[in-house]
Every structure is written in C-alpha cells, then in structure tokens.
T-cell receptor, first 115, second 111 residues
Framework: DAMVIQNPRYQVTQFGKPVTLSCSQTLNHNVMYWYQQKSSQAPKLLFHYYDKDFNNEADTPDNFQSRRPNTSFCFLDIRSPGLGDAAMYLC??????????????FGPGTRLTVL | KQEVTQIPAALSVPEGENLVLNCSFTDSAIYNLQWFRQDPGKGLTSLLLIQSSQREQTSGRLNASLDKSSGRSTLYIAASQPGDSATYLCAVVFNTDKLIFGTGTRLQVFP
C-alpha cells in the first residue's frame, strides 16, 4: 500500500544533542510537510517542501532544519534540542498544494523525548 | 486572525448513539476542510475532505457537512462504536495555503 513512513517511531535524545527524524513516502507526492504536536495541542506546521522549494513558517525556530534529498525522503534536523522540543513530530504529504484541493496524508509520527 | 475552533473538547457517549462533532472557522474564504482521526500516541488518519464548492461528503457511517457562510462544519457519526473512540481533528485551508487545525474533540464511546 502507498503510504507515509516515519522512523524511528520513538526517539530519545539528550538536551543539546542533535537529532534527525526521517520521513519517506511511496505516494510520489510533490509536497511534504513537518508538523510539531505537543500534548493535547493541535499540530503546528514547521515547514514544507513543494518539490525542492523549501517553505519555512515565520515562527519556526532556527534550531529546526529540514532536508529533502529526493522526492521520497524528507528529514527533520533539530540542532540543539531543548526540553521544550519534546513532542510528536508528524510528517505529511499531498499531491499538490493545499489550495489545489489536495488531501494531506500523515505518517504515524515520531515521539521525541528530551532528557 | 484565521482560527479553527472545535466544541466540545471532550464527549462521552454510550455505544449505538448517533453524534455530531462541531467545527467553526473564522474566515469563510476557504479552499477546503479536512476531518482527521487521531488515536492516542499515533499519527493522523484522514477521514473526509470537503472542497469549498461542496456541501457534504460521506464515508460509511461518517458524514461531514460544510456551511461556508456561517463558518461551520459538522462531522456526523452514525451508530457509534467503542472503536470510534479517538480524538477528531478539523483542519481548514484558508488563503494562506496551509492546514490550520482545531484542538480536537476527544470522543469516548463506552459499551
């Protein structure tokens, strides 16, 4: 089945130790998104790629970076995780931009714990 | 400011009951609205997508309606089952070309 895959499902890191989260998709979608979701809160968009074009949200901290080496893969890098970065990180894809009436499909998420 | 609000925040119903979840949004100029389900500690599962030109969408026991003029959408769940227990999230694409989520309704269906 075509799907969005996230690895690892659970990640534990130490305060200040860089961490990378991975997302891959078999849907061949143009757009890939990274969301942060803290406990009992709505998902918050960090950034997205439309093909190779990177779009950062204005309030996304500089501590968060992303890479998309090819259509299938997208990575979230947290350069110096703080305690406040502990959250569920959700990857999503859509065939085209949201304003083109395209449905977003989400992966299972990576739960990040910062010690 | 473009916002999405969901009421109630939590709902507990007996099995078999028909129920309605509400979503309201602040700007009627939307591209589409999407309903998601999220199980505890898991990702989001897309349930229904309603485009701005549509009034409703149906999938199995689920029916979602959209009234742009009043800034409202409802998710109707027929004959609820314990397996329907989850958090239901409404998300709207405004002219900013991104999904804006509500904080969700946590549903519990007890046997």
């Amino acid at each position: 089945d075509a799907m969005v895959i996230q690895n690892p499902r659970y990640q534990v890191t130490q305060f200040g130790k860089p961490v990378t989260l991975s997302c891959s998709q078999t849907l061949n979608h143009n757009v890939m998104y990274w969301y942060q979701q803290k406990s009992s809160q709505a998902p918050k968009l960090l950034f997205h790629y439309y093909d190779k074009d990177f779009n950062n949200e204005a309030d996304t901290p500089d501590n968060f970076q992303s890479r998309r080496p090819n259509t299938s893969f997208c990575f979230l890098d947290i350069r110096s995780p703080g305690l406040g970065d502990a959250a569920m990180y959700l990857c999503a894809t859509s065939r085209d931009s949201p304003s083109s009436y395209n449905e977003q499909f989400f992966g299972p998420g990576t739960r990040l714990t910062v010690l | 400011k473009q916002e999405v609000t969901q009421i109630p925040a939590a709902l507990s119903v007996p099995e078999g009951e028909n129920l309605v979840l509400n979503c309201s949004f602040t700007d009627s100029a939307i591209y589409n609205l999407q309903w998601f389900r999220q199980d505890p500690g898991k990702g989001l599962t897309s349930l229904l997508l309603i485009q701005s030109s549509q009034r409703e969408q149906t999938s199995g026991r689920l029916n979602a309606s959209l009234d742009k003029s009043s800034g409202r959408s409802t998710l109707y769940i027929a004959a609820s089952q314990p397996g329907d227990s989850a958090t239901y999230l409404c998300a709207v694409v405004f002219n900013t070309d991104k999904l804006i989520f509500g904080t969700g309704t946590r549903l519990q269906v007890f046997p």
